[in-house]
């Protein structure tokens, strides 16, 4: 249920993505000469500034003070990132910005967060505080955009009533938060440059962009190419197979994923440095978390216990499970694989 809610220019500001912004950016008229052209230099730099927190993974600067400069500026983010092409750091992108939105939706009263989630298209309706709820979400846009298929989002620990699902209101904001970093997802793709007659100033800047985007992925490969590593991934199992390579393109796993692979890799004889490697490739990479995350799985932090991955059956329970591999647990796979591939070597020599 969508309220009536005139927005701001203050509002416009902090969501830049919304249908109203796009409508008010179209009525200004204007064309890519004019967003390259001296007078719009900062719209320029300031979309540049977004794209460089991404590669960096740090968090995106403050919206401009000026409503239009940020409609703007998000708006040429989105070409710059067309334009360079790398689906990675379009993922990363958009969960930076995803995640500075959600910061802003949480100081929000519920009737302006009602509207913005409606804008990007997610059923929502106040509750009443029924059992204890504000808010419910149609069942399917929960199930499109619940971060994490386990613990309290699994569905069987919901209340859901005649379709919807009764939630609170940061849980709301969390599932906007994942709709809007699929929607900015697809606007990238959703662009035509076909035809486009691209200003030199966008065309050096996405050049720029591209390189240094570049020098980011190289170190990062580079890093994991570590002592032993051939080895070690090639006899993963499948389970963890398919959560590394989803890390390493850049997606955005959940976090009972997250755990199985750093704890699988830390079982494994990894240090916690060769962990954090594979995980700077994950759009919401933050340094200090990951560390003090991995650090506590390897028991060397908090309660001093050091973590083991799940078994197969806790694997099919979160849904992590890819495959029938005849084992109860995912290092019994991987400690059978490389004796077998021992013992091959052996009989070739």
């Known amino acids: 249920m969508r309220s009536e809610l005139i927005l701001t220019d203050e509002d416009l500001r902090k969501y830049p993505f919304l249908p109203s912004a796009v409508e008010r950016v179209k009525e200004l008229g204007l064309t890519l000469a004019d967003v390259a052209s001296s007078a719009l230099k900062s719209v320029i730099e300031r979309a540049g500034r977004y794209i460089e927190a991404s590669i960096r993974n740090s968090e995106i600067p403050p919206p401009a003070e000026d409503c239009d400069e940020e409609i703007v500026s998000f708006m040429v983010s989105l070409l ?11 993922r990363r992108f958009a969960a930076t910005f995803a995640r500075r ?22 059923k929502v309706r106040r509750a009443g505080n ?21 613990g309290s989002w699994k569905l069987v620990h919901r209340i859901v009533e005649r379709g919807w699902v009764y939630v609170g209101k940061a849980e709301a904001i969390r599932l906007g938060e994942e709709r809007l970093r699929t ?10 440059v076909d035809g486009l007659q691209i200003p030199d100033p966008l065309y050096s800047l996405a050049e720029k962009l591209s390189s240094e985007w570049g020098t980011y992925l190289r170190k990062i ?4 190419a570590i002592a032993g590593v051939d080895d070690w991934e090639s006899a993963l199992p499948p389970c963890v197979k398919t959560i590394m390579d989803s890390v390493k393109a850049g997606k955005n796993v959940p976090h009972s994923a997250r755990f199985m692979l750093a704890s699988f890799m ?8 060769e962990v954090l490697e594979v995980f700077r490739a994950t759009p919401d990479f933050k340094e200090q978390i990951a560390r003090y995350q991995i650090e506590h799985i390897a028991g060397l932090r ?8 799940y078994k197969c059956d806790n694997m099919k329970t979160l849904g992590l499970c890819v495959a029938e591999c005849n084992v109860k647990h995912p290092l019994q796979y991987y400690w059978k694989s490389l004796r077998h591939r021992t013992t091959t ?4 020599v």
């Not at 710059?80 to 379009?90: A, E, F, Q, T």
């Not at 929607?183 to 959703?190: A, D, F, K, T």
């Open 266 to 273: 830390l079982s494994v004889g990894l240090s916690v440095e």
């Open 80 to 90: 710059i990132l067309k334009l360079i092409g790398d689906r990675l750091l379009v």
């Open 130 to 150: 029924a059992f204890g709820y504000p808010l419910s979400v149609n069942v399917f846009d929960y199930l499109s955009n619940m971060p994490e298929r386990r």
């Open 302 to 309: 908090g309660s001093r216990k050091k973590y083991s991955p």
């Open 345 to 348: 070597k052996r009989d070739k």
């Open 221 to 224: 490969k580079e890093n994991w």
């Open 101 to 122: 939105s959600r910061f802003f939706l949480g100081g929000e009263e519920q009737d302006k967060v009602l509207y913005l989630l409606s804008s990007l298209g997610i």
């Open 183 to 192: 929607l900015i997802e697809r606007r990238v793709e959703e662009i035509k």
